[in-house]
């Protein structure tokens, strides 16, 4: 996709994008109404929870070269055989936006041309963390109608291969092969295979080479309302497919419709799930950590069906 192009419809959609809602919910959260939570209570049939998180990772990796850091801070040397009250206590640091733990991308995320989304400057973003468009302002969670669209289950493949891109008509598809449509208000999680893939065949540098959405799949989220997206990869395609932009999903998604992402998500739990009950929607909550000024959190949707 050519710079020229890609920018027109970034602009498109950008005009078209809503604005935050009245409860000060920003951007795309505007589409979760309070009826449409009641009526994603609906979806659960089953009692069944489902994690659709990945394991944290804490060895480097050649995805992972920056590993969270997990450490045992406590009991002290001879306390575990110790009498009396002691305690058991750690630490965790975490590099939120990389390429192996699930996380969500806070509206702040995202800087062009000096602006975040909805025109806000940049500069809200300082050294103590950003003053506008953080984690914090989804706070009280997300919670509504879940759908996964699994792309290489109904293009009759295990996964796609790195470089391959997830198109509008893919999406389509998808929905036709499994019974499921995507409507207003819904937190849409597109399945490429990547954790199966790595699993199977090791990590590798996905910062080079992934699986994600085409930009031109940007219209079907506008179109259809999106809430969230959330994908097993990083929703964009690497190499990028568009001409001077490495993240045109990332752009289109948070910058331009403000849209939560969720990326680097495990769908290989919920997928045999979904399939056995015939239903690929489900009530889903969304709780990241309550992070004032941070850019992102690590999360770990549940899905209730």
Request: some cysteine; glycine content about 10%.
């Amino acid at each position: 996709m050519g710079a020229a192009d890609f920018r027109a419809l970034y602009e498109r959609l950008r005009r078209e994008a809503p604005r935050s809602a009245p409860d000060g919910r920003p951007g795309a959260l505007r589409h979760v109404t309070p009826e449409r939570v009641v009526a994603a209570a609906a979806e659960v049939r089953l009692g069944r929870t489902v994690s659709l998180a990945a394991p944290i990772e804490t060895v480097p990796g050649p995805d992972d070269p920056e590993p969270a850091d997990h450490r045992m801070t406590g009991p002290a040397p001879g306390e575990l055989d110790a009498k009396g009250l002691h305690f058991a206590t750690d630490r965790f640091a975490m590099n939120v936006h990389g390429d192996a733990d699930s996380h969500l991308d806070a509206l702040c995320h995202v800087v062009l041309d000096g602006e975040l989304y909805g025109g806000v400057p940049a500069s809200s973003i300082t050294p103590e963390g950003a003053r506008a468009l953080s984690v914090g302002r989804v706070a009280d969670g997300v919670v509504g109608r879940g759908v996964l669209l699994d792309v290489p289950r109904s293009r009759g493949v295990r996964w796609l291969e790195p470089g391959d891109s997830v198109t509008s008509d893919d999406l389509t598809d998808a929905e036709a092969a499994q019974g499921v449509r995507v409507g207003p208000g819904d937190l849409l999680f597109v399945r490429v295979g990547h954790r199966l893939r790595r699993a199977e065949l090791g990590p590798w540098d996905a910062a080079s080479a992934r699986a994600g959405l085409h930009p031109t799949a940007a219209e079907f989220l506008a179109e259809r309302q999106v809430a969230v997206l959330g994908g097993d990869g990083n929703n964009d395609t690497a190499p990028s497919t568009v001409e001077g932009t490495a993240f045109p999903v990332h752009v289109l998604a948070i910058h331009a419709l403000g849209i939560h992402l969720m990326d680097y998500l495990r769908f290989e739990d919920l997928v045999p799930v979904c399939a056995s009950a015939g239903r690929w929607s489900f009530l889903c909550v969304v709780a990241p950590l309550r992070l004032p000024g941070a850019t992102g959190s690590p999360v770990n949707p549940i899905a209730v069906l």
